[in-house]
């Protein structure tokens, strides 16, 4: 009872009268003359004083050493955006040198990054880069959502975008469409000013750099580039977008005029909506001329043999399948879909709009659609149910099922766990 009485009171206080007992233990005798004692009690208050300052410096000193510290964990969790733990562990290894613990910091980073690499990555964003006659799309993936909205993610893909655009296709001499691989890009250098990843760098060591950051899987996957002459207008329309130039599906197709282009703002509108349309509409092909044989029959196979299941005529299954086949064309061939926006209006009625109101023929060139992740084999689960029998705790037989969950990543390895219910 006796501690916590004296814990209500100043620690200096109580370390103070700790001291005067430990005196009174060693001999210190209390039963002194009137004058002695108050000579004593003199002494005891200047005493009491000085070691009450000296206690205020000693706990002050600590408390402005901790407050630093603090300061130097939180000045370089900025710098580097690394886990608390990790910032506070290697200031502690590098006697709290803020720039040795950067450094090291980095090392451990780009380590742990390559060794992540391997790592199915299906996340991510596409940024897009345009400016008069030209328009860039890169794909940079992660492996979770939560990654690709950080500002550092965002800021690193539109900058890769803008050094995309800079790329010149040598072997396609005319205007068009041409993709490239991120071994095209890795070694071109890049200048990135933000104020975690700043200062000239290759792409390859930013994206790695970014990738210790984040402690994911970062990697650049794709880049394509459209660009149009003279006489044509590329658009673009990113769907689900964070901030301007980025998002995760893109549309992208460029307009060609035959003579001198004079309305560009025009242009411009309907190219921006049929981008639109190109991302929820999905077309394949830009006329029906485009489509390949080999998926022309394909699918005239499959509609022929729905149709046969019907157990009508030949002659009436041939019309079913030319009517279907038609119908085909509508879903994956532009120029035949009819405008989201509008189901009245087909994509043929809107070029001839166009046309009439810039006062020469207008035609789509070429187009694309880019969408994060496709393609990519995404983790993927499936459960096996087996019959199972344990005991109750009143030792009665009882049937469970044990699910086991297959995980298949890219490698098609499961890793099999197991839940009773």
């Known amino acids: 009872m006796a501690f916590f009485k ?8 109580i370390l103070y009268k700790t001291r005067l007992s430990t005196y009174s233990r060693h001999g210190y005798s209390t039963w002194v003359t009137k004058e002695a004692s108050h000579a004593r009690s003199k002494d005891a208050e200047a005493s009491k004083t000085a070691y009450l300052y000296w206690i205020s410096r000693r706990f002050n000193s600590k408390a402005a050493s901790s407050a ?43 380590v742990l990054a390559m060794k992540k690499s391997s790592r199915t990555a299906t996340e991510g964003l596409l940024a897009l880069a345009q400016n008069e006659g030209k328009a860039a799309v890169i ?31 040598s072997s396609q001499q005319v205007p068009g469409v041409f993709s490239f691989g991120p071994e095209s ?42 660009s149009a002459s003279s006489h044509r207008v590329v ?50 092909f830009l006329t029906k001329e485009f489509v390949t044989s080999d998926v022309l029959i394909n699918e005239r196979e499959i509609l022929k043999s729905q149709a046969e299941s019907t157990g009508k005529s030949q002659m009436a299954i041939e019309k079913m399948v030319e009517g279907r086949l038609r119908k085909y064309f509508e879903e994956v061939v532009f120029m035949e879909q009819k405008y989201f926006l509008n189901d009245s209006l087909s994509i043929k ?4 709009n166009l046309t009439k109101e810039v006062g020469s023929p207008v035609k789509i060139g070429n187009f694309f659609r880019m ?29 469970a099922f044990v699910i086991f969950m297959l995980e298949l990543s890219s490698t098609d390895e499961p890793v099999a766990q197991a839940v009773l219910l």
Not at 6 to 13: D, M
Not at 349 to 352: H, Q, V
């Open 68 to 110: 630093e510290q603090m300061g130097l964990i939180k000045q370089l969790r900025e710098r580097t955006s690394a886990p608390i733990k990790d910032v506070k562990a290697t200031l502690v290894g590098c006697n709290w040198d803020i720039e040795a613990a950067q450094n090291e910091l980095r090392k451990r980073g780009k």
């Open 349 to 352: 009625t809107i070029l001839d």
């Open 371 to 399: 969408e994060v992740g496709e393609g990519i084999q995404r983790l993927s689960r499936s459960y096996l149910m087996t019959p199972a029998i344990t005991l109750t705790n009143s030792g009665h037989l009882v049937y």
């Open 185 to 226: 890009l890795e070694d071109l250098n890049i200048n990135l000013d933000h104020p975690k990843i700043s200062g000239e760098t290759t792409i390859q060591n930013a994206v790695t750099e970014v990738a210790a950051m984040m402690g994911e899987n970062i990697k650049l996957r794709r880049s394509f580039v459209m």
């Open 6 to 13: 004296n814990a209500k009171q100043p620690l200096g206080i």
């Open 235 to 284: 658009s673009a329309y990113l769907h689900r977008c964070p901030q301007p130039g980025l998002g995760r599906i893109a549309g992208i197709l460029s307009l060609e005029v035959e003579d001198e282009i004079s309305q560009v703002d025009a242009l411009q509108k309907v190219g921006s909506e049929l981008a639109m349309h190109i991302v929820a509409a999905k077309p394949l």
């Open 139 to 169: 794909e940079l993936n992660c492996e979770t959502d939560f990654v690709a909205r950080n500002e550092i993610f965002e800021y690193l893909a539109l900058a890769l975008a803008k050094q995309a655009l800079l790329v010149e296709n």
